[in-house]
């Protein structure tokens, strides 16, 4: 196995609004940044994560590619999911050992449609579409399966948005008022990019590569009746692949949108009261939908290469009820 | 730039919806749901899946050709409550989304519960479907899950013929002619009102008609919370009301005033309907109202 490190991570200063810029003005700032700040202007490979329904358009993803200099042709893939499996697949690539750096990200802006019913196509158009199953009542469905206590899901809220409110690229959003049960990730409008860099190349780039000393992801049936959704078998499963158990872990950056996730989550990758969970807010802070997963990974990459942690853990999720889990293990 | 944003409405839609081929086996769930029947697969491992699918979720098998029927009841295992529903959802009021692991079934299905309120839903709860009334083959054939039936309303009606002879045709008479008639025993002093032929007291038989003014004073009265067809609204207030000269009170209406102001000793009037709108019956006084007078210290 080569060995693969994240050497460089952007994202924008995410908005809670539409600010009227369009998708590849979303994201040259941050393509400019891993430039300026690796020093390479080529990639050996490109990938990127969006999902075409955010902008109701199809293909949107290719005029996204303007923002990055793509003639003479470069060599680029797309995923149609978080870009956090863009990165599993450009880490994928690096391992065929013929090239050394790779440039991958990813956008989303929430804010153009209703993100609540657009989430609904991403179910199964027999028996779960048609019904108009929506984000929040789904999500409902697990907290429901799970029966966790108020006031910890409460406090997992408060926590994570003041969190968000200190970091500056999260949104500055209050303490939400009352009792008010299920709350929804905010609408995200967003972008991130990180750089992967191989072997020599990683550590030429930068003095603390972020080496991603384990990757996996695994899925489960999409059909919300076929599992137990108090838990996470495939998370769990990811986690064990990746090996996040072999040692400890200073901060891990879950891609939770609802606070019963992070619960679902903790008890999957086997995380005990030492570890920091989402120290940048999380999703509950800035859900920027197609890059959130990614900036977990970057998120959880940006303290190795500060030099602040040794070992961090990143995951991202995918599909109705973290049904598609990717976990990260990153080291020092 | 501009100081209004630019923004500009923009739809996506595929005009007559996707046309979509369902397989073996979700075209066979599909089918027994347009027969109002509810299946499920079995697995090689002998579970039942609910909906069917092509493979087994826990082995990644393919499932027999085995169909079971299941349901139609269920049990809900998780649930959410939908407070304001979105246009997409199948209610349009309030209603709770749920995993229903229907009778015979090892997997759950998702549906809509029609619950009264949130009150009403509780996980174990038993659950039967709504069927849509011309079902095609689709998900939507079911309308929604209802609650299991607990109780019944049941109607009670009776009719019935009423003649009235002797005395109560006397006072009905004076009813008609806008009058009260009641009537007084010699042996006890008293006068009744209805008018009645013999004295509850003694058992002497009352000859003495006589006529009584239509105002008297509130004894006791009740707020009445139930609708019924002859009150003027809800709450409406029934009371004994004393009339002047009279012995013993009658039940009444009390209207023209709010519910809470009615009070013993209130003073009151009748209020009839139009002379041309009387007959022999009590429907010729809508109801009491106050007169405005002072209160009368009952005894």
Redesign the interface.
């Known amino acids: 196995m080569r060995e693969v490190a994240i050497v460089a991570f952007a994202q924008t200063r995410h908005t809670g609004h539409d600010t009227g810029l369009s998708e590849p003005e979303l994201i040259l700032p941050v393509i400019n940044e891993v430039k300026e700040r690796t020093g390479l202007r080529r990639f050996g490979f490109t990938c990127s994560g969006s999902c075409d329904y955010l902008a109701g358009a199809p293909f949107s993803f290719v005029s996204a590619l303007d923002a990055l200099g793509a003639w003479p042709p470069i060599s680029e893939s797309h995923v149609e999911m978080d870009a956090a499996w863009a990165l599993y697949e450009a880490w994928v690539r690096l391992q065929h050992g013929d090239l050394d750096s790779a440039l991958v990200y990813g956008f989303g802006k929430s804010s153009l449609g209703d993100l609540r019913t657009i989430m609904t196509l991403q179910l199964d158009p027999y028996y779960l579409a048609p019904l108009g199953l929506d984000q929040l009542s789904y999500a409902g469905l697990q907290a429901s399966a799970l029966g966790a206590e108020r006031e910890e899901l409460a406090e997992i809220v408060r926590r994570s948005r003041a969190d968000g409110r200190a970091n500056p690229y999260a949104l500055d959003l209050p303490d939400p008022e009352g009792d008010d049960g299920l709350v929804a990730p905010p609408v995200t409008d967003g972008a991130a990019a990180v750089v992967l860099a191989a072997g020599d190349l990683a550590t030429r780039l930068t003095s603390s590569p972020a080496w991603i000393s384990g990757l996996a992801h695994r899925i489960e049936p999409h059909y919300l009746g076929m599992r137990d959704l108090a838990r996470s078998a495939s998370a769990a499963d990811a986690a064990r692949a990746a090996g996040v158990g072999k040692g400890p872990v200073e901060v891990a950056e879950l891609h939770a949108q609802f606070a019963h996730e992070e619960i679902i989550l903790r008890e999957a990758l086997e995380l005990t009261g030492d570890t920091v969970i989402n120290p940048s807010g999380g999703p509950l802070a800035a859900n920027p939908v197609m890059a959130t997963g990614l900036i977990r990974i970057g998120e959880a990459a940006q303290r190795i290469l500060d030099g602040r942690n040794h070992r961090t853990v990143a995951h991202a999720a995918g599909g109705p009820c973290l049904q598609h889990n990717l976990v990260t293990v990153l080291e020092g | 730039m501009p100081s209004d944003?630019?923004v500009a409405q923009?739809?996506?839609e595929f005009p007559g919806g996707?046309t979509?081929t369902?397989g073996p086996v979700?075209g066979r769930f599909?089918s027994e749901l347009r027969a109002r029947r509810l299946v499920g697969v079995r697995t090689a491992e002998g579970r039942v899946?609910?909906?069917p699918?092509e493979y087994d979720?826990a082995t990644g098998e393919p499932v027999t050709g085995e169909y079971v029927e299941v349901g139609p009841a269920g049990t809900v295992?998780?649930?959410?409550?939908?407070a304001e529903p979105?246009?997409?959802?199948?209610l349009d009021g309030p209603f709770a989304?749920?995993?229903?692991?229907l009778d015979g079934a090892d997997?759950?299905?998702?549906?809509?519960v029609a619950a009264e309120n949130v009150k009403a839903m509780e996980?174990g709860m038993r659950v039967w479907p709504v069927w849509r009334d011309r079902p095609t083959g689709?998900?939507?054939d079911i309308e929604h899950f209802a609650p299991e039936v607990t109780k019944i309303v049941s109607p009670v009606r009776a009719e019935y013929r009423l003649q009235a002879g002797g005395s109560l045709r006397v006072f009905l008479e004076g009813v008609a002619r806008g009058v009260l008639l009641g009537g007084r025993c010699e042996r006890c002093a008293k006068v009744y009102v209805p008018y009645r032929a013999s004295c509850p007291e003694c058992g002497g038989i009352i000859a003495d008609t006589r006529e009584l003014p239509d105002t008297g004073t509130i004894t006791t009265f009740a707020i009445n919370n139930l609708p019924d067809p002859r009150a003027p609204e809800v709450p409406f207030v029934s009371a004994y009301i004393l009339l002047d000269g009279a012995d013993i009170p009658m039940i009444a209406l009390v209207a023209d005033v709010p519910a809470h102001e009615v009070r013993q000793g209130m003073r009151v009037k009748a209020v009839w309907v139009p002379e041309s709108e009387r007959t022999a019956s009590m429907a010729n006084i809508r109801w009491f109202a106050p007169t405005g007078e002072p209160d009368v210290e009952l005894s």
């Open positions: 944003p630019l923009h739809v996506l996707y979509r369902t979700v599909l899946l609910v909906p699918l979720p295992t998780a649930w959410t409550w939908v979105l246009a997409a959802h199948p989304w749920a995993l229903i692991e997997t759950a299905l998702v549906h809509a996980t689709h998900i939507t």
